[in-house]
């Protein structure tokens, strides 16, 4: 049995690895270490690894996030992690040994359906659902009628020029340009709850905020801007079609792609309020899978291709058919529908019952 102490900044241990969260003068720690040590030679293939929660804050982070994703508050030592269990305390060998046995069997004889990957760590089939969650709620923020006003009413613009080549590439450019700015947007939330934590009252504040936005969106679908509505606003809106006259005025390809990509900026920073809610509960929920940096960035990523997914769609579409329509105030109240029950539907569970989403 491998006993390894894991210094700060070290790799994710392998799968199976049972993980030991201890601090120095805690005699239950000792203890544990003691019955750990005793366990070896009938369990040679078992891999240790401790954590000294007093001496690394890594250690010590880690072990709030898992305490919390698992309902166990406050974090004690010693705590045990293996695969997706917890066991907290450990009294002597009679008395505990036997409960951290059965942890250990229990994870040897979960069934092994699992495939590695770089970029999403272990999946499996009790975990597919984040990379299938995160799909699905970056499509659906995807279909944002703010951002979907736009870009159809760009590719309207771009389709009298009756080049294919030319329309695909400013028209790519804006997306790729939007996802490129949601991207930041959404890694500067990640890195504010990975730094902050999610709280109790922050967590609470994030589920009224959710259940707010998709009222009011909801509240669209049946009273279309009447009284407060997330939309870009009116006034925004000539300086928007100034930047896509500047586009569509350009002379050369270089220079109308460098003014979409400036609008498409432009964009993103306008319609903040449209897009505010999913973005933000969305890596709330994140961060408490207790992933590596890298690993997060890829699920950011993963989001970005859903959220991209839909507006590459409509450009491949109006490219290949070399027409497009305006989004119709029909269409924009039903996106608006579809954002709000998920913002709803959101933002009720993490307020009710936030451990589903951990």
């Given at each position: 049995m491998?006993h390894?102490q894991?210094s700060?900044?070290?790799?994710p241990p392998?799968?199976?690895?049972l993980?030991v969260?201890?601090?120095?003068?805690?005699?239950h720690c000792?203890?544990?270490?003691d019955?750990?040590?005793?366990?070896?030679?009938?369990?040679?293939?078992?891999?240790v690894v401790y954590?000294p929660?007093?001496?690394?804050?890594?250690?010590r982070?880690?072990?709030?996030?898992?305490?919390?994703q698992?309902?166990i508050w406050?974090?004690g030592v010693?705590?045990?992690?293996?695969?997706?269990?917890i066991?907290?305390?450990f009294?002597?060998a009679?008395?505990?040994?036997?409960?951290l046995?059965?942890l250990?069997?229990?994870?040897?004889t979960?069934?092994?359906?699992?495939?590695?990957?770089?970029?999403?760590?272990?999946l499996d089939?009790?975990?597919?659902?984040?990379?299938l969650?995160?799909?699905?709620?970056?499509l659906?923020?995807g279909?944002?009628?703010?951002?979907t006003?736009?870009?159809l009413?760009l590719?309207s613009l771009l389709v009298?020029?009756?080049?294919?080549?030319?329309?695909?590439?400013?028209?790519?450019?804006f997306?790729?340009?939007?996802?490129a700015?949601?991207?930041?947007f959404m890694?500067?939330?990640l890195n504010?709850?990975?730094?902050?934590?999610?709280s109790?009252p922050?967590?609470?504040a994030?589920?009224?905020?959710?259940?707010?936005?998709g009222a009011?969106?909801?509240?669209?679908?049946f009273?279309?801007?009447?009284?407060?509505?997330l939309?870009?606003p009116?006034?925004?809106?000539?300086g928007l079609?100034a930047r896509?006259r500047?586009?569509m005025?350009?002379e050369?390809?270089?220079?109308a792609?460098a003014?979409v990509a400036a609008l498409a900026?432009?964009?993103?920073?306008?319609?903040l309020?449209?897009?505010?809610g999913?973005p933000?509960?969305?890596?709330?929920?994140?961060t408490?899978h207790?992933l590596?940096?890298?690993v997060y960035h890829?699920?950011l990523?993963?989001y970005?291709a859903?959220?991209?997914a839909?507006?590459m769609?409509?450009?491949?579409?109006?490219?290949?058919?070399?027409?497009?329509e305006?989004?119709?105030e029909?269409s924009?109240?039903?996106l608006?529908?579809?954002s709000?029950?998920?913002?709803?539907?959101l933002?009720?569970?993490?307020?009710?019952?936030?451990?589903?989403l951990g």
């Amino acid at each position: 049995m491998p006993h390894t102490q894991a210094s700060e900044g070290a790799a994710p241990p392998p799968p199976g690895t049972l993980i030991v969260f201890v601090r120095d003068g805690c005699p239950h720690c000792s203890a544990a270490k003691d019955y750990l040590a005793q366990l070896a030679p009938a369990r040679p293939d078992l891999r240790v690894v401790y954590r000294p929660v007093d001496r690394d804050p890594e250690a010590r982070d880690a072990l709030s996030r898992m305490s919390r994703q698992a309902g166990i508050w406050p974090p004690g030592v010693p705590t045990f992690v293996i695969e997706d269990r917890i066991m907290v305390g450990f009294g002597d060998a009679a008395e505990s040994g036997p409960e951290l046995l059965a942890l250990l069997e229990a994870s040897a004889t979960r069934p092994a359906g699992n495939v590695e990957s770089a970029l999403f760590g272990t999946l499996d089939v009790d975990r597919l659902g984040l990379p299938l969650f995160t799909v699905a709620v970056g499509l659906i923020d995807g279909f944002n009628p703010c951002a979907t006003w736009v870009l159809l009413f760009l590719l309207s613009l771009l389709v009298r020029l009756r080049d294919r080549r030319r329309m695909a590439l400013i028209a790519g450019t804006f997306v790729l340009v939007s996802g490129a700015v949601y991207y930041a947007f959404m890694a500067a939330w990640l890195n504010l709850f990975l730094a902050v934590g999610l709280s109790a009252p922050l967590r609470v504040a994030l589920a009224v905020l959710a259940i707010l936005i998709g009222a009011i969106n909801t509240k669209d679908f049946f009273a279309w801007r009447q009284g407060l509505s997330l939309s870009i606003p009116e006034k925004a809106k000539p300086g928007l079609f100034a930047r896509m006259r500047q586009v569509m005025n350009a002379e050369s390809l270089p220079t109308a792609m460098a003014a979409v990509a400036a609008l498409a900026v432009a964009v993103n920073f306008v319609e903040l309020l449209c897009t505010a809610g999913l973005p933000a509960i969305y890596t709330a929920i994140l961060t408490q899978h207790g992933l590596s940096g890298p690993v997060y960035h890829a699920y950011l990523g993963l989001y970005i291709a859903g959220y991209i997914a839909d507006d590459m769609l409509m450009v491949v579409l109006a490219v290949t058919a070399l027409s497009s329509e305006k989004l119709t105030e029909s269409s924009g109240r039903w996106l608006k529908l579809l954002s709000g029950a998920v913002m709803l539907g959101l933002g009720l569970t993490m307020l009710i019952r936030p451990d589903l989403l951990g």
